[in-house]
Every structure is written in structure tokens, then in C-alpha cells.
């Protein structure tokens, strides 16, 4: 009737005891897991969410921990792009430092939000963002988030001409 699982010491386990112990673990194990895979939108919904009103975006570029380069946008269309870029995001939570990248940015949000005693809050919400993470998640996949960013800082964009200023800091 019984399994020996463990022979020579006289125990004796069934094999569809071991299968549901086994399958308890696994079952546990991926529940834990998936509690550190979030989407990046799921992460800044306390601050930012559709009702969210955004009112500029600063931007600091950072190259090898120095800064670069910064800027300011109040364009609605622009901030949104940006926005929606990193909200397609998958994300894992990372106990451990994220991965640190040779270029880096912090946005700066200024956002206004009604509150429920119909007061408006108006605070700045500050996301830190490298090709390998984001406010200390590490990204999953091959993401495009830093399209609209390197759009602006390729073709000049905003940053007018940035290339040509790397390696000094833009007050």
C-alpha cells in the first residue's frame, strides 16, 4: 500500500501524500511569486491616474551618475506620450538594488489631484528610470519605455541641442 520514500529508516510515505505536498509548495511558491510581478501603471496609480491633472514634466538626464542635461515641458501632448510609454510597463519588484545603467532619468511630474473633500493637492511625483528599471522595479522584457525621451533628446527636440552640450551641467 505505502510508498517508501525514505528506505532504511522505516518510513513510510504514500505517493499521493508526497504528490500533494509537492504540489502545495509549487502552488505557494508561484502565488509569493506573482505577488512581485506588477505593471508599472498599477505602481504610480496612487498619484497618477486618468483624473490626474499634469501640469509640466521635468526631466534631468543623467550619464554615469553625473547630470547632463534638464528640462521642463508643459506640452500635454508630449507629457502624455512619455507617460504612456512607461505605463505599458511590466514590472517585478526588486528587493535588491536595481540594476544601475550608464544613462538614467528623473521625471519630475507637477500634478494636481482632487481630493474628497473637493480640494485640489498639488504635489511633484518623481519617477527614476534606466533602460533595466524603474523607481526601483526591474523591467521585464524588451520594453520601448525611453522611446519619446530619446525622441526628444536624438532629434533635439526639447533639449534643443543636447548632443552638443553632454558633458556639462545645464542649470
Known sequence: MGYSLISGFGVEISRKFTNRVLL???VVFLLVNHLYF???EKVISK??????????LSIDVYENGDKQASVTIDDQETMERILSDLKKLKV???DQDYMMSSRSFHLTFDIRNLTKLNNYLAENYRVSVSEHSVNGYKILGK?????TIDELVEDGGVFGSMAARVGRLID
Open 47 to 56: 498619484k497618477i491616474d486618468d483624473e490626474t491633472e499634469i501640469r509640466s
Open 38 to 40: 506588477t505593471t508599472f
Open 92 to 94: 517585478k519588484k526588486n
Open 24 to 26: 502545495g509548495f509549487l
Open 143 to 147: 520594453p520601448d519605455h525611453l522611446k
